[in-house]
């Protein structure tokens, strides 16, 4: 947040829901149905937008891999599949 920009006020309601103001939602594209992380910090809560993981990239991904592996070597056990997938996930959570 720039320093220049001036604070909106919302309310907080008896569920305890915020609205958050037009403006910001519509710069920053927030939809219904948006996911947050939310963080407490000291008297500040931080919303944070939450986007989640493209699992058909994901899944295309292993595919290709092991499409790979059977062009190179042939059939793959299910045991060497699997060994591929883990291996994936692997990568994917290193990369966080």
């Known amino acids: 947040m720039s ?5 909106d006020l919302t309310i907080l309601s008896e569920k305890g829901q915020v ?5 910001i939602r519509t ?14 910090c000291e ?17 295309e991904a ?5 499409d790979e592996r059977i062009a190179k070597y042939g059939e793959l056990s299910n ?8 291996e994936h996930r692997q990568r994917k959570r290193r990369s966080k």
């Open 62 to 66: 292993m595919y290709k891999r092991v």
């Open 3 to 7: 320093r220049s920009e001036k604070a």
């Open 43 to 59: 008297d500040s809560v931080i919303l944070k937008k939450f986007e989640e993981p493209d699992l058909s990239k994901e899944i």
């Open 27 to 40: 710069h920053m594209g927030l939809k219904p149905k948006t996911k947050f992380l939310v963080y407490e």
């Open 19 to 23: 609205v958050i103001p037009a403006k």
């Open 79 to 86: 045991d060497e599949i699997n060994e591929i997938i883990h």
